[in-house]
């Protein structure tokens, strides 16, 4: 009988990572175990907020004496992560500077400025990116003019998954769908761009060929070998977790949109070239790289973040739902589920009263003071009614979300001339039963929620081709379909 074969993806989200195991039963069924998990978490530097590359980079290793310890030793290793995050590090591998986060305030002075010097048509019509304050081509600029002696001492750019790469392997390679995100990488010729590395006012000689997901950078250094006691393959995946996700859906037909949901949501189709219209331009749609030059058109939404955000506010707080129950502090403390419970019931109590809506894609909800307070502002500054209950609130966030969703898809379907009949849900998002209604409500058309670990396996998908275990894409996503469960929702 031959031995079980064992493919390991690191999926570090802006909240949390985890390591999950894949292999492949003997009835062709994928199985997944999750042998790790840690939290995310970002610290105060200089100012800036930034991850914690060092705790990032032991729970790595944790993850990988896991495995061990357990017996079930990997042949290849992937690691995926969000986008537009760099470390810059010297000629001896060494970093400089800090891993400054996206969410951190550097560019709100310097997007506007970087803007008016470039074009952001010409911008758009060169990389394909949808204009977002925290790009890289934005957050570079802010390091040339606050710390322009960290690009000075810097020998090599590389992405926070690439890094994390280099640290297991010795080799740093930079990697195609994750680059993308940065607005630096010409979407035609898939290659950096010199007019957008002069509008970062970044040095060329900091960025090096671009790898296509499916390279192999290398095995496990000597060091690392020694703490978690094996050597295994280190190989790309689509290092971007989105584009990772987006390997992972098991949509039934070429109609379908996918929409990975998460801290954001990411709303869109594979194509297969980019859209770089002045119309898609003003919708504000993006043209990510995918696996194997695939294009991912799609547009980022501001997602779970501000539900997540409302919870974390509400930390051990009590409520009843309906009119007039007020937020209120007490010892025990709200989960998801239970937000989504108030939404519902407020629904249910008053079905008839109007509902506040906001553009959940306001810059103001990036990070807000308090995103409870903020969401109040803005229905009273748009005349509408103001949430003052947890049901209340919930409702104004979930509407304002499937409306979202419902108009980027009127917007898709016009910027590609294509009608699309079904949704396809995939991450953590899609286990709230109570959006994936709403959604379907909204949009009109059927939802197919699941699976659940979409990032993760499609990082896994990546390594089991280049592995040999499946012979390509579409015989991977039928594993998928044959291994996973998905739930429908039928719009009312």
Request: glycine share 10%; hydrophobic share 40%.
């Amino acid at each position: 009988m031959p031995q079980q074969r064992y493919y390991l993806a690191i999926d570090i989200g802006a909240s949390s990572g985890r390591h999950v195991l894949g292999s492949v039963n003997g009835n062709g069924v994928i199985e997944l175990e999750e042998v790790h998990r840690f939290d995310n978490v970002q610290v105060r530097r200089r100012g800036h907020d930034c991850w914690d590359i060092d705790m990032i980079w032991e729970n790595i290793l944790v993850g990988l004496e896991k495995c061990r310890k357990a017996g079930k030793i990997p042949e290849t290793i992937g690691i995926d992560t969000w986008g537009v995050d760099f470390v810059l590090v010297d000629a001896q591998g060494r970093l400089v500077g800090d891993a400054v986060a996206y969410r951190d305030a550097r560019t709100n002075d310097v997007a506007a400025d970087v803007d008016a010097g470039i074009g952001l048509e010409r911008l758009y019509r060169v990389t394909g990116i949808q204009r977002q304050a925290f790009n890289t081509v934005y957050q570079l600029a802010a390091l040339s003019r606050e710390h322009p002696e960290e690009l000075e001492a810097a020998d090599r750019f590389l992405m926070v998954p690439e890094y994390l790469n280099y640290l297991l392997t010795g080799h740093m390679v930079n990697e195609y769908t994750n680059a993308t995100t940065t607005n630096l990488v010409n979407a035609r010729t898939c290659t950096w761009d010199s007019f957008a590395l002069e509008a970062a006012e970044a040095p060329a000689r900091l960025f090096g060929e671009i790898a296509m997901p499916g390279t192999v950078v290398g095995g496990l250094a000597p060091e690392v070998q020694q703490r978690v006691g094996f050597d295994a393959r280190v190989m790309l995946p689509a290092t971007h977790d989105t584009g990772s996700a987006f390997l992972a859906v098991p949509a039934r037909d070429a109609q379908a949109v996918y929409l990975s949901s998460g801290t954001w949501s990411l709303l869109g189709v594979e194509h297969e070239g980019p859209i770089t219209s002045d119309a898609s331009r003003y919708q504000n749609f993006t043209n990510e790289g995918g696996y194997l030059k695939r294009f991912r058109f799609l547009k980022n939404i501001m997602g779970l973040w501000m539900i997540q955000s409302i919870r974390r506010e509400l930390n051990g707080v009590s409520y009843v739902s309906g009119k007039g129950a007020q937020l209120k502090r007490a010892a025990k403390e709200i989960g998801f589920g239970e937000l989504a419970d108030a939404a519902r019931a407020e629904q249910k109590l008053h079905p008839d009263a109007p509902v506040p809506h906001v553009n959940v894609n306001d810059d103001r909800f990036l990070a807000p003071a308090s995103m409870i307070e903020e969401i109040k502002a803005a229905c009273r500054e748009t005349g509408q009614p103001v949430p003052d209950t947890v049901g209340e609130l919930m409702r104004c966030v979930y509407e304002s979300l499937t409306g979202c969703y419902a108009d980027s898809i009127n917007e898709l379907s016009a910027l590609t001339g294509r009608t699309y009949t079904s949704i396809n849900i995939v991450g953590g998002g899609c286990q709230d039963t109570y959006l994936n209604e709403l959604t379907a409500r909204a949009c009109g058309i059927p939802v197919f929620a699941g699976p659940i670990e979409g990032t993760s396996l499609g990082n896994l998908m990546v390594q089991m081709i280049g592995d040999g275990v499946f012979a390509d894409l579409d015989e991977a996503r039928e594993a998928i379909r044959r291994s996973f469960d998905v739930v429908e929702y039928q719009p009312e």
